[in-house]
């Protein structure tokens, strides 16, 4: 298959794919964090190519509910707006837009009521990585995946650990506050690079995605 791997620049979900044999792309305004096929630039300038299938990651910076503290004001200044229409470059909003299969990850937000309930949820310690990361996918074309694919889809004990989390107090409500460890440790790790970070793929989700969607 053709396949492209939109908003992505760290290359997990691109080479997963390659090494089954198909031709994947990555696509990103950075520069991809592993040698592999990347186009640096536009997505728009590469999405209505013959691809067989789209996985895109369009950011969630505006979207993630994590974020709500700041959506009226992104709503005000129109950042808000302009993360829902780029996330709906990738439905079917898009009349562009002719591919077949269509698969959009982001993590809980507004897109849930601003275009629709995500086909699955899923987390990393679903299918081997130790951590917890709600994340929604959006599938057209592909059936949801199966979390270790020998065993029975809802057989909890399959999974693996969460993973350890971080337990903290907003000093200015009070409120206590958990997030998991990795998640906490990218920021304390490196600040400013924190949302790349927590952005990336888990490699047992990309493998997945490889093993059942190729």
């Not at 939109?6 to 979900?13: I, K, R």
């Not at 090494?19 to 520069?31: I, Q, R």
């Not at 971080?166 to 600040?191: C, I, L, M």
Request: hydrophobic share 35%; glycine share 6%; charged share 30%.
């Amino acid at each position: 298959m053709k396949i492209l791997v939109a908003c992505e620049y760290s290359g997990a979900v691109r080479d997963e794919f390659a090494k089954k044999g198909h031709y994947a792309m990555s696509c990103d305004l950075l520069p991809t964090d592993t040698e592999g096929n990347h186009y640096q630039g536009d997505v728009e300038d590469v999405l209505y190519d013959d691809w067989d299938m789209i996985i895109a990651f369009p950011p969630c910076t505006h979207l993630a509910i994590s974020g709500a503290i700041h959506f009226e004001k992104k709503k005000a200044d129109g950042r808000q707006q302009q993360g829902i229409d780029f996330f709906n470059l990738f439905t079917e909003k898009n009349e562009k837009l002719k591919c077949e299969k269509v698969v959009i990850e982001n993590p809980v937000g507004i897109m849930s009521n601003e275009y629709r309930e995500p086909d699955q949820i899923i987390h990393p310690f679903y299918f081997g990585d130790e951590a917890s990361k709600k994340t929604c996918l959006w599938l057209k074309g592909v059936n949801p995946l199966i979390h270790f694919p020998d065993d029975d889809l809802f057989n909890e004990k399959t999974w693996v650990s969460p993973g350890e989390f971080h337990e903290w107090v907003n000093k200015k409500t009070g409120e206590k506050k958990k997030q998991p460890k990795w998640y906490a440790d990218s920021f304390f790790s490196d600040r400013d690079n924190a949302g790349h970070l927590r952005s990336k793929t888990f490699p047992a989700i990309a493998r997945a995605m490889a093993d059942q969607w190729g």
